[in-house]
């Protein structure tokens, strides 16, 4: 495999070749490192025992009995399942990533451990172009989360262990045809990996090159990395997966282990190789879940259900009205949900719709504030600018995504004597906590490109687009 440089827009800082990353600013932790080199050998077995959950909370709901309306996860298998999977493992990977980073994906993430496996047996051909495409990873969230909303995910055990169960196949199967000894799946393909990796920037954290090299950071398979990143021209931490194979004490290569203060690669993301598509997957990927739940709360929304849906069968085309195939849509009359191809385009195009627009009102905040920052002195080109005050979106997107798809995060709460108020003013603390983030961020990556008088007027038009977006899913989800 040819290495295939991935979207770079910074200059690279002036450097000698080698820089000793321990002896920089951050601090290494030699007794952290050792601990992880002996905890490295035990992984596998975690992962076993990780699949073993992940099979029961799929696979035994759905041969359980119907669930009643007053059951919990106290007394009742599919609710309990219920619960593990959107009250516990959605709120642990989300929180864990703003301190430790992926560490999901290595440490505990069944999938990527799989796909490994059966690319150590596999046909180990070159990834297509196709996969390598940066947008691929946007596109494989889209269709996720398109199918999942129609299919009913959070409610249905049937739709959990298609959605899940699914990419869990396809895991095995690309790891299986693609890569040598390599994680495709995990650089290129997994739903949430590419989720996992923007967030991951606000990360604790930090594995860095001891030896740094300057140049730009290439995807290449001439590394012990599984997700092909060249180690001593590491400086990101998106596609880093913390398997821990390159944490090497007392060796002058590999990564270092140190931590930093949440978001501090992105109020310094000129440095940490900023990417233009990571910006178009905040603004998309944000809005697209946003429409999952938004579709529900638009109170115009049964109005156009029946004005097209009255226009269509008007002309005979009945089919508009018949339920679709239920791998496509939910369709369970016996719990009273029964999706019809009219629900289908209706749910998929208010998603796509408010997708779209999600992305063109962040779009239009972050180039504004761009345009200003250069004509209050920034040096860096309005691309370069738009991309870099882009990230500034990402705390108010991920406290959004949290609140959203962590659905059953509260229900304990409840069960402990709060009220659904007192549950809804911690929501809004959540969201309120993100925005004041973002927009600290976007006065933070403002000071890096140059801007030091009347900072706050170009801040504004970023944390007008911060404030859409918080405004949006405190509507959503309240």
């Known amino acids: 495999m040819h290495p295939i440089p991935v979207t770079d827009i910074t200059e690279t800082p002036p450097a000698s070749r080698f820089v ?15 601990v992880l080199a002996r905890l490295r050998p035990w992984l596998p077995w975690v992962h076993v025992f990780m699949f073993l959950v992940f099979l029961a909370v ?3 709901p759905v041969y359980l009995p119907e669930s009643s309306e007053q059951a919990t996860f106290l007394d009742d298998g599919r609710v309990l399942a219920n619960y593990l999977l959107w009250g516990v493992w959605f709120p642990l990977v989300f929180f864990s990533v703003v301190i430790t980073g992926r560490s999901w994906c290595g440490f505990l993430c069944p999938m990527g451990a799989a796909s490994e496996l059966a690319n150590r047996y596999g046909l180990k051909m070159q990834a297509p172009a196709w996969i390598r495409w940066p947008g691929t990873p946007i596109l494989s969230f889209i269709i996720i989360t398109l199918l999942g909303q129609t299919t009913g995910v959070r409610d249905h055990p049937e739709a959990a262990l298609e959605i899940f169960g699914g990419t869990f196949a396809l895991a095995v199967v690309v790891g299986w045809l693609w890569g040598h000894n390599k994680r495709v799946w995990c650089r290129h393909l997994c739903p949430i990996g590419l989720l996992l990796g923007v967030f991951s920037r606000l990360g604790a954290v930090q594995l860095s090159p001891r030896k740094w090299k300057t140049g730009p950071d290439e995807l290449t398979d001439k590394t012990i990395c599984p997700t092909y990143i060249d180690l001593p021209r590491k400086r990101a931490t998106r596609h880093c997966i913390e398997c821990l194979r390159c944490i090497l004490p007392g060796r002058t290569a590999g990564l270092v282990v140190s931590f930093r203060r949440p978001g501090q690669e992105l109020e310094s993301i000129r440095d940490h190789a900023p990417d233009a598509w990571e910006i ?40 508009i009205g018949e339920p679709g195939p239920s791998w496509l849509m939910s369709v369970h009359p016996d719990r009273r949900e029964v999706f019809r ?3 289908f385009f209706l749910i998929t195009g208010t ?15 972050s180039l504004a504030s ?15 600018a738009f991309v870099q005050i882009g990230y500034s979106q990402a705390p108010v997107a991920l406290m959004a995504l ?26 809004v603390a959540m969201i309120l906590f993100g925005w004041l983030w973002s927009i600290w961020l976007a006065w933070r990556i403002l000071e890096g490109l140059g801007v030091d008088r009347d900072r706050w007027l170009a801040l504004m038009p970023s944390a ?10 405190w509507l959503a989800v309240l």
């Open 370 to 384: 761009a345009g200003l920052a250069r004509l209050q002195g920034s040096t860096a080109s309005l691309f370069q």
């Open 341 to 343: 191809w009219l629900d």
């Open 464 to 473: 007008a687009g911060s404030s859409a977006m918080a405004a949006a899913w």
């Open 20 to 34: 000793d990353a321990a002896a920089g600013s951050a601090t290494a932790h030699p007794i952290v490192e050792r």
């Open 351 to 365: 998603m796509m719709t408010v997708m779209a627009l999600s992305a063109l009102v962040l779009s239009v905040a």
């Open 280 to 319: 178009l997957f905040i603004f998309l990927g944000a809005g697209v879940a946003l429409g999952g739940f938004l579709w529900l709360m638009l109170p115009f929304y049964n109005d156009w259900r029946q004005v097209i849906g009255t226009w269509f069968i008007e002309r005979g085309q009945y089919w």
């Open 58 to 60: 799929l696979v035994v």
């Open 402 to 427: 949290m609140i959203g798809l962590a659905t059953e995060l509260f229900t304990p709460f409840i069960r402990l004597g709060m009220t659904t108020a007192q549950v809804d003013d911690v929501k």
